[in-house]
């Protein structure tokens, strides 16, 4: 039987016990709360310095923390930095498909349909990456740790659940990975919200996250609980685990610098469409891409006496000075800084974008440019409409976080369900709803 590495143990603490800690690159006190078991307030109580208008704690910064014990932590031992899971700077030089090759296995052959094509392992890779927002290298390595991409000259068990993700429709490289996405996304951003403390193994044995924890390392957690045995899961989630096997591929991760600074605000940004037209607001925060978390999207749709998807006259504009650096099936991606490199600083992710008289990657625009027009083109929809989201450095922005997605003044506020909610602008508040009415019509100012 394998032998697994006793994980080292932390000590019963007294109720409200102030504990040391460093903050972690996108901490938020919010979230810092909810893992500890305590409140925001007391964390400010016991951290006088922290500014009031404080977003994001800088990386690095020393605090303490009053604890409130909870029984069942799991391991305080880290697989991964938050900047190696992100699609974001550490691999705006990488070359997918040139790295694969590179290696000996089944996955440098390795060719199948996907979107509407024949694609090569990069592509499949850096599509399902880009589009989550997860670095490559993070996919690479759980098809080698979990199905020997690198390692194994064939498929010894066939590719229809190659990551341990039982299912009749994700099978195959392509959606095994698109639906591994998906659930890594859902742990790496509700841990970074502090909804998600606690879940279940395989034999329904509870996991609480050390507090101490980082997002990457409890989306992995999360993850190999939903596709591995109990041993398997202990196995994996330590240092002769799934990090093994990054390391051995891409070397030390925690070489990487954090990628989301201390009190991180939103450049000014406006409504994404012309500011004499009254649009309705018909999606409140959800995901960006896929299905689950972060709820970083809001919607958007013309005027129209339609219903429905149809053609629109009406376009869809910049909301702050950019470039246009990606498109493809309805999708256009503006990057603020003007680096051209969709991986580094703030970039606004469009959807739902027509082809049809749609700019072209390399437009440099201005806020209240012409971008495209809406429609239904791109992933799912039952109206014409626009949904955007916002990136900070390959990491997705939840709308109405701590850097809120704040556009002409219109905050948004979340409901109980994915697509609720509000925006609020002073006494004002506009109702999201996909059956718009004159509450969801968004004033002209």
């Not at 000014?268 to 999207?297: C, N, Q, R």
């Not at 006259?313 to 650096?325: E, L, M, W």
């Not at 072209?360 to 626009?386: N, W």
Request: hydrophobic share 40%.
């Amino acid at each position: 039987m394998l032998e697994i590495t006793p994980f080292p143990t932390r000590p019963a603490y007294g109720p409200g016990e102030l504990v040391d800690y460093i903050a972690q690159s996108g901490d938020t006190l919010d979230a810092l709360a909810a893992r500890f078991n305590t409140t925001v307030v007391e964390i400010r109580d016991a951290n006088t310095f922290i500014p009031q208008d404080a977003t994001t704690m800088p990386p690095g910064m020393p605090m303490k923390i009053p604890i409130y014990h909870r029984p069942l932590w799991g391991t305080p031992y880290q697989i991964l930095p938050d900047a190696a899971f992100v699609n974001g700077p550490d691999v705006s030089n990488f070359n997918t498909q040139a790295f694969i090759v590179q290696h000996q296995g089944w996955f440098s052959r390795y060719s199948a349909w996907a979107f509407d094509g024949t694609r090569n392992a990069g592509e499949i890779v850096d599509y399902v990456g880009i589009n989550y927002s997860i670095s490559p290298k993070i996919l690479l390595a759980l098809l080698d740790y979990l199905g020997g991409a690198f390692t194994d000259a064939a498929l010894s068990g066939g590719e229809r659940n190659i990551l341990g993700l039982e299912s009749d429709y994700w099978t195959g490289v392509y959606l095994q990975l698109s639906y591994a996405s998906n659930l890594l996304n859902d742990a790496f951003y509700l841990w970074r919200e502090g909804s998600l403390i606690e879940f279940e193994l395989e034999d329904g044995s509870l996991i609480r996250p050390d507090p101490w924890q980082n997002a990457a390392t409890v989306s992995l957690q999360y993850f190999f609980s939903k596709t591995l045995s109990v041993q398997g899961f202990h196995q994996a989630i330590g240092p002769d685990g799934f990090i093994k096997t990054y390391q051995k591929l891409f070397g030390d991760p925690w070489t990487i610098e954090p990628h989301i600074p201390g009190s991180l605000v939103q450049p000014e940004m406006i409504l994404p469409y012309e500011k004499d037209e009254v649009w309705a607001f018909t999606g409140g925060p959800h995901t960006g891409w896929g299905s689950m978390a972060p709820w970083s999207a809001l919607d958007f749709a013309p005027p129209s006496t339609i219903t429905g998807c149809y053609e629109s006259s009406v376009p869809t504009t910049a909301v702050a000075d950019g470039v246009v650096v990606r498109d493809g099936e309805g999708m256009l991606v503006l990057d603020l800084d003007g680096d051209g490199d969709e991986h580094t600083g703030w970039v606004v992710f469009y959807l739902h974008v027509a082809e049809r008289d749609r700019v072209p990657v390399g437009t440099l625009v201005k806020a209240g440019d012409f971008l495209g027009y809406p429609s239904c083109e791109g992933g799912r929809s039952t109206g014409t409409h626009i949904h955007i989201a916002r990136k900070f450095n390959g990491e997705w922005m939840v709308a109405d976080g701590v850097v809120p997605f704040v556009l002409s003044g219109w905050r948004p506020e979340r409901g109980s369900v994915p697509y609720k909610g509000w925006l609020v602008k002073g006494d004002m508040r506009v109702l999201a709803s996909d059956n718009p009415d004159y509450q969801s019509m968004i004033p002209v100012d």
